[in-house]
């Protein structure tokens, strides 16, 4: 079945750190891959998402590559901002159940 | 455009007791998508409607149900309470088979004691 694997967390950083979660998936077929952030007492925020290999998602500094080689949609920002701070969920979808499918989350906190 | 609207936003429940959660998708969505996120287990995929039927349905007991209106909106039941159903419960909606992606609203954070 399919699966989303993100890093252990949370992490914190200082602000204006670079930043990277790493993602990796198991999928049948040919996934479409998302970043979603949920700041403290809120619902889930599309960030960026990609749907074929090679595709990079990009949205508010962030960015994230869809590697088929290595299956993995690793999230990266050059610069991190207190109000980056939230849970940070990868998640994929593939057309056979159209159900997204989350992995963990991982919680970023940024100081300033 | 309005977004994932959501009712109530919290509510606390006695174990064994019925609960009844409500959505309603952006104007245009025909699916809706039901997430649990329970402390400490992440986001579990409950259930989805699209078009009045139930298309796909998670890993629950038969307690949890619902059920999608004429209008798209949709209801969540849970009967039986117990005290691990404490969770946010997330509804999201899509266009179609959602391959852009969900819209979530801020949920209905559910405290059963």
């Known amino acids: 079945g399919n699966s989303v694997t993100q890093m252990e967390g949370p992490v914190t950083l200082s602000e204006e750190a670079f930043l990277t979660i790493n993602c990796t998936y198991t999928?049948?077929?040919?996934?479409?891959l998302f970043w979603y952030v949920q700041y403290p007492g809120e619902g889930l925020q599309l960030l960026l998402k990609?749907?074929?290999?090679?595709d990079k998602g990009s949205n508010k500094g962030f960015e994230a590559t869809y590697r088929k080689e290595t299956t993995s949609f690793h999230l990266e920002k050059g610069s991190v901002q207190v109000s980056d701070s939230a849970v940070y969920f990868c998640?994929?979808?593939?057309?056979?159940?159209?159900?997204?499918?989350f992995g963990k989350g991982i919680t970023l906190s940024v100081r300033p | 455009e309005a977004g994932v609207t959501q009712s109530p936003t919290h509510l606390i429940k006695t174990r064994g007791q019925q609960v009844t959660l409500r959505c309603s998708p952006i104007?245009?969505?025909?699916?809706v998508y039901w997430y649990q996120q329970a402390l400490g287990l992440g986001l579990q995929f409950l259930l989805w409607?699209?078009?009045?039927?139930?298309?796909n349905r998670g890993n629950f007991p038969p307690r949890f149900s619902g059920r999608q209106f004429p209008n798209y909106s949709s209801e969540l039941n849970v009967n039986a309470l117990e005290l691990e159903d404490s969770a946010l419960y997330l509804c999201?909606?899509?266009?179609?088979?959602?391959?852009?992606?969900?819209?979530f609203g801020s949920g209905t954070r559910l405290t059963v004691v």
């Open positions: 999201a909606s899509s266009l179609g088979a959602g391959t852009s992606g969900y819209t």
């Open positions: 999928a049948t077929g040919y996934p479409s």
């Open positions: 990609a749907t074929k290999a090679d």
């Open positions: 998640a994929l979808l593939t057309g056979a159940n159209s159900k997204l499918t």
């Open positions: 104007s245009g969505h025909t699916s």
């Open positions: 409607y699209d078009e009045g039927e139930e298309r």
